[in-house]
């Protein structure tokens, strides 16, 4: 039997990611804090054996799953599904319980 093993991951969010981000705060989100389904991907196909995979994030992340893996190359892509959790002021972001969020977050992959 083959053991799976853990890869530290990093990740990348590309410029566009945070631009698109300000037009929906702006246009669409204003106060709206309610979590909001994001996607990001792992591109397999780029690795090479001592290389730490990375996740992408774009402006393409806030898009359906379906309008999102249809503008990805075939094949050589892994989609990973996730959240943003927006906030309206440093305030409010200070005054998150980091670890509840942590918990949380971790006990929707489970």
Do not use: W
């Not at 990375?54 to 190359?73: C, G, H, I, M």
């Amino acid at each position: 039997m083959t053991q799976l093993n853990h890869t530290p991951t990093q990740s990348f969010a590309d410029t566009s990611f945070f631009i698109k981000l300000s037009q929906l705060k702006l246009d669409v989100l204003k106060l709206d804090q309610s979590q909001r389904a994001i996607y990001g991907f792992y591109n397999y196909r780029t690795l090479g054996k001592a290389q730490a995979s990375s996740l992408t994030l774009n402006e393409n992340s806030y898009d359906d799953l379906e309008t999102y893996t249809s503008k990805l190359p075939f094949g050589v892509n892994f989609v990973s599904p996730g959240h943003l959790q927006n906030v309206n002021t440093l305030e409010e972001f200070k005054k998150t319980d980091k670890l509840k969020f942590l918990k949380d977050s971790g006990d929707l992959v489970c």
